[in-house]
């Protein structure tokens, strides 16, 4: 069919019991092409199979990687498709490594329906990989609590949102003084921004892609251009296809995004309902089995661009306080001066100022609080500094403008203090729209998430206690920005984690402060092996982060930074007390890095006599050799973590004459569609069986002795 994805097989696109009877029959032609791959499937069963009795016989733990979603391509997508919500993709929001964030073209899971027929596609898949395997290890443990979900044409993170969410109602942003929806969650794109997209080429460029308001010099994107995938369709594989980033970031150039409330999202709110999509339904109407689904997708009708004919209906820039409460021309959001003036009994009163942009009210400064429920707070507005870009300001206590639309909801974009839409607001909306980014990240979803959270690996748990002692163990990857509660229900449950030294714990509204603030990991902010949770595993990298041998050699100063921070405080002391300048020396520990040249330089010597030093990250060994991935493994093997998992690449890096001579390893990058598990092996099996491997061998079971990990063995 020249296609793996079921979506564009035409009238095969949904499997059925004819086609099933039609693929499989003997007598057909293509039978012989079909019955090939039933081979294969077979010897892949049977010796996967011997594989894993031989591993129990021996005690070896054989576990596989869970993803959190299913590939579209996949063939549990095109059996059961009611169990994916195939109109959303799943994705990671922006942050200092990639700016335009993740799309990894997955369908998230419909846990509404898994649960309404008692999560049977589950139960069967566990109940078969526990046939190969002991343990399941939940990849991306996080989505099981929210799901960064994205409308299933994006190419970028841009316009994700995390789901379930409680948005803010347009009541609630009013009641604070978010007023002009328009101006927040319609791409808002003027002349220097596409200047500064466009480059040199502005001139010829911006007339083909977008239309220009005289009115108000606002510019929207052409209806050919108004979706990622319009985009992507249009300018791929052209010349023109480095234009694809900066119009897809102008496109999503917002600081709300607007979506449409589901049943269950409207039912949590009036308290009809705590539970999200595990509730399968009852109670919350026809809807309700979908309420996972984002509320942003084609289901809902909902444009893949930010919103705008969800918007329709409100106003353009009608100020608080106005006479009119109908549509102005076109611009007028974007050229209207606003002032918040105090009456004399305290009372916050919006006007048009008369002076235009260049005047403002100098009434002081206050600071105005949402609760974690949306509701305002505090007391006296400060003035709105004179910037004609926006038209919000704080509550007002005359009758407010009459259109609101109560079947919206607003969530704050992830990264919304790097678009230039917040940036252009003047100070006092800013601060109100920081004020909702925090509350809505660090404090709204806490709960709602811990719940959901809960019910999901709950129910998974269950499944697998189901199968008696045939059922494997549960394990998650609970690495990176986290949400609150997480690792505390993953220890509730009894499912260990997972800690690496690279990847220091925060919470997800952290991390969208950390996306704001443009920083990434400073050196030196390590999680220390020695002091790792104990009911988790600890492991040197990851399939989705550089292999061991890259991440040092990439970044000297971040090697630095674990050095003094996990290695330096107990197992390095200065050669001389009253010499601050002094180099420093490494101490012998059977906790960290051996103080042996013949492990860190590769010359034989005692520890006593042959302390190396180091003082500067210049005189770190630039290359991760086998004595430096031997060290780190050490300290490793002797973290205080119930178990050490080792990613073969890193074992393999101990051992000179083994390992392979590009050091760049990693096995995956999420946000790189083509750079997927294709990672293969320097060496087989056999050798490392085998005398080349005996070396590799004699110093793992030293570690691991030194460490007290091998037990009886």
Not at 173 to 185: E, P
Not at 451 to 460: E, I, M, N, Q, V
Not at 619 to 628: A, D, F, I
Request: charged residues 20%.
């Amino acid at each position: 069919m020249g296609t793996a994805d079921p979506r564009s097989w035409g009238s095969r696109a949904y499997i059925s019991q004819p086609l099933v009877q039609s693929l499989t029959d003997p007598s057909q032609f293509h039978y012989r092409a079909v019955g090939f791959w039933f081979f294969v499937q077979f010897l892949a069963h049977t010796q996967l199979e011997r594989a894993a009795a031989y591993a129990r016989f021996a005690e070896v733990m054989l576990v596989v990687d869970i993803p959190s979603g299913m590939p579209r391509s996949s063939a549990d997508v095109w059996v059961w498709p009611h169990n994916f919500h195939l109109d959303a993709a799943m994705g990671a929001p922006p942050d200092a490594h990639w700016r335009d964030g993740q799309q990894w073209d997955y369908t998230p899971y419909n846990w509404s329906r898994m649960a309404a027929d008692n999560y049977s596609w589950w139960r069967m898949r566990i109940r078969h990989l526990s046939v190969y395997f002991t343990g399941l290890r939940l990849s991306r443990a996080v989505e099981y609590f929210r799901t960064f979900a994205l409308p299933s044409g994006s190419v970028t993170g841009l316009r994700g949102v995390f789901t379930p969410a409680d948005g803010f109602t347009q009541r609630e942003l009013d009641a604070v003084g978010l007023w002009d929806m328009r101006r927040l969650a319609e791409p808002h794109i003027r002349e220097w921004t596409v200047r500064a997209a466009l480059g040199p080429g502005f001139a010829t460029l911006a007339p083909r892609f977008f239309v220009i308001d005289p009115a108000s010099g606002h510019y929207s994107l052409r209806s050919e251009y108004d979706s990622e995938r319009k985009i992507f369709n249009q300018l791929s594989g052209t010349s023109d296809e480095w234009l694809v980033r900066p119009l897809a970031q102008l496109l999503h150039n917002v600081c709300l995004f607007a979506t449409r409330p589901t049943a269950a999202a409207t039912a949590r709110r009036t308290g009809e309902s705590r539970l999200t999509d595990e509730s399968g339904g009852a109670g919350l109407g026809p809807e309700a089995s979908r309420s996972l689904l984002p509320e942003h997708v084609t289901q809902l009708g909902l444009p893949e661009s930010a919103g705008i004919s969800l918007l329709a209906a409100l106003p353009l820039g009608v100020p608080p306080g106005s006479a009119s409460g109908g549509p102005q021309v076109a611009g007028a959001a974007h050229s209207s001066s606003l002032a918040a003036v105090t009456s004399s009994d305290g009372a916050h009163v919006h006007t048009r100022h008369p002076h235009g942009a260049g005047a403002s009210s100098n009434q002081g400064d206050a600071s105005v609080r949402i609760s974690p429920t949306g509701s305002a707070g505090g007391t006296t507005a400060p003035s709105v500094p004179s910037d004609s870009s926006v038209g919000c300001g704080p509550s007002t206590a005359t009758p407010c403008r009459p259109h609101i639309l109560d079947d919206i909801i607003f969530h704050p974009r992830f990264d919304m203090h790097a678009s230039t839409s917040f940036l252009e607001c003047d100070e006092y909306t800013r601060r109100l729209l920081s004020r909702v980014h925090a509350v809505y990240f660090s404090e709204r979803q806490q709960d709602l998430w811990r719940t959901t959270g809960y019910l999901r690996l709950s129910a998974l748990l269950r499944v697998c206690l189901d199968l008696g002692n045939s059922g494997p163990a549960l394990f998650a990857d609970d690495l990176g920005p986290q949400q609150a509660g997480c690792r505390e229900t993953l220890r509730f449950l009894g499912i260990p984690g997972t800690d690496t030294h690279r990847l220091p714990r925060h919470d997800v509204g952290d991390a969208a402060a950390s996306a704001a603030r443009d920083t990434s990991v400073v050196a030196g902010q390590f999680q220390d092996p020695a002091h790792m949770e104990y009911g988790c595993w600890a492991m040197t990298s990851t399939p989705d982060i550089p292999s061991l041998r890259q991440w040092w050699e990439e970044d000297t100063s971040m090697a630095w930074g674990y050095f003094r921070t996990c290695v330096a405080p107990q197992q390095i002391k200065p050669t001389a007390a009253s010499d601050a300048s002094s180099p420093i020396s490494l101490a012998p520990s059977v906790s960290g890095f051996p103080a042996r040249r013949d492990d860190l330089s590769g010359s034989g010597g005692g520890a006593s006599s042959t302390a190396a030093t180091y003082r500067t990250p210049e005189q770190l060994p630039k290359q991760c050799t086998s004595e430096v991935a031997t060290a780190m493994l050490r300290h490793y093997c002797a973290s205080s973590t119930m178990l050490v998992v080792f990613p073969i690449q890193d074992v393999i890096a101990a051992d000179a004459g083994l390992r392979h001579p590009d050091p760049h390893e990693r096995i995956n990058i999420p946000a790189v569609a083509k750079h997927v598990w294709r990672w293969r092996m320097p060496v087989t099996l056999d050798t490392l069986l085998s005398e080349p491997g005996r070396t590799l061998q004699s110093k793992l079971r030293l570690m691991l002795q030194e460490a007290a990990r091998l037990g009886d063995l």
